[in-house]
């Protein structure tokens, strides 16, 4: 399997090298999605088209799932999940936290079944490179990674993050609202796969966001899972798009019951 992980760092280098050069050109809106403030750009495309012609060229029988497009049924059973540029609205106001984000996991790529193997997220702006292969810990360049210790709610720096939906946001930002005055701070840096890195870094307590999509969180969520962290969805499941939720274990239990209690589990 290092052989696989070795690839994605490979991949993810050349990729986030791109992205950076992109960024340093000049970066325009191509095109909205969900809603007006979902966006994409051209670099968001051209990146995934990197990542997917090497990973491909390389591992032919394997399955491609890609934020901006790529879906291919491998036969492999293993599935690459890949987010060409995780934070593109940081990435559009060249804000320096964004990241190229490859994960690959074992079986349909559904992050409720799905195993996962391999995680790499990179920051391009900063050079910072996470790295986790399943079973063999997690790392950021060649420093193994650990999630903090358990600390109270209320000394707890919590991240975040919101939906695209207008009404959904309106609903999240009541509940962090509620949240806010029971825990140390709230952070809301906008890349969800960096959000996981720095949990599984001990630079935040915890995690939780809503509304995810699979490539927002294949990587990611095995760094923080192999540094300690427990990673859950809603009530106790699978990370999926209801929920996810990252910290040490006696962390996430108490987070997961207060958000719970603020209705946050609730239907939108």
Same mark, same amino acid.
């Given at each position: 399997?290092?052989?696989?992980?070795?690839?994605?760092?490979?991949?993810?280098?050349?990729?986030?090298?791109?992205?950076?050069?992109?960024?340093?050109?000049?970066?325009?809106?191509?095109?909205?999605?969900?809603?007006?403030?979902?966006?994409?750009?051209?670099?968001?495309?051209?990146?995934?088209?990197?990542?997917?012609?090497?990973?491909?060229?390389?591992?032919?029988?394997?399955?491609?799932?890609?934020?901006?497009?790529?879906?291919?049924?491998?036969?492999?059973?293993?599935?690459?999940?890949?987010?060409?540029?995780?934070?593109?609205?940081?990435?559009?106001?060249?804000?320096?936290?964004?990241?190229?984000?490859?994960?690959?996991?074992?079986?349909?790529?559904?992050?409720?079944?799905?195993?996962?193997?391999?995680?790499?997220?990179?920051?391009?702006?900063?050079?910072?490179?996470?790295? !986790?292969? %399943?079973?063999?810990?997690?790392? *950021? /360049?060649? @420093?193994?990674?650990?999630?903090?210790? &358990?600390? $109270?709610?209320?000394?707890?720096?919590?991240?975040?993050?919101?939906?695209?939906?207008?009404?959904?946001?309106?609903?999240?930002?009541?509940?962090?609202?509620?949240?806010?005055?029971?825990?140390?701070?709230?952070?809301?840096?906008?890349?969800?796969?960096?959000?996981?890195?720095?949990?599984?870094?001990?630079?935040?307590?915890?995690?939780?966001?809503?509304?995810?999509?699979?490539?927002?969180?294949? !990587?990611? %969520?095995?760094?923080?899972?192999? *540094? /300690?962290? @427990?990673?859950?969805?809603?009530?106790? &499941?699978? $990370?999926?798009?209801?929920?996810?939720?990252?910290?040490?274990?006696?962390?996430?239990?108490?987070?997961?019951?207060?958000?719970?209690?603020?209705?946050?589990?609730?239907?939108?």
């Amino acid at each position: 399997m290092t052989t696989l992980l070795d690839l994605a760092i490979s991949v993810a280098l050349e990729a986030g090298a791109l992205a950076a050069k992109r960024r340093s050109e000049g970066v325009e809106v191509a095109a909205t999605k969900s809603t007006i403030v979902d966006i994409v750009t051209e670099a968001d495309r051209e990146v995934e088209r990197l990542v997917i012609d090497r990973l491909s060229k390389a591992r032919p029988h394997d399955g491609m799932l890609g934020e901006e497009g790529a879906s291919v049924t491998g036969t492999s059973g293993l599935t690459w999940v890949v987010d060409p540029i995780d934070g593109t609205v940081n990435y559009l106001y060249d804000i320096p936290h964004y990241a190229v984000s490859i994960g690959l996991v074992e079986g349909d790529p559904d992050p409720l079944t799905w195993v996962a193997k391999v995680g790499v997220v990179i920051n391009p702006a900063s050079g910072e490179i996470f790295t !986790a292969e %399943a079973g063999q810990g997690a790392y *950021a /360049g060649t @420093r193994r990674l650990k999630v903090a210790d &358990a600390v $109270p709610l209320e000394q707890a720096l919590v991240a975040t993050g919101f939906a695209y939906a207008a009404s959904t946001r309106a609903f999240q930002g009541d509940v962090v609202a509620r949240l806010l005055p029971q825990v140390r701070d709230i952070r809301r840096l906008g890349t969800a796969s960096l959000d996981l890195c720095f949990v599984a870094d001990g630079r935040y307590n915890a995690y939780f966001e809503r509304t995810l999509s699979p490539w927002d969180h294949a !990587a990611g %969520a095995l760094i923080a899972r192999e *540094a /300690g962290a @427990r990673v859950i969805g809603m009530r106790g &499941a699978a $990370p999926s798009r209801e929920l996810i939720l990252a910290a040490h274990p006696e962390v996430a239990a108490r987070l997961e019951a207060l958000l719970d209690e603020l209705g946050e589990f609730e239907d939108f």
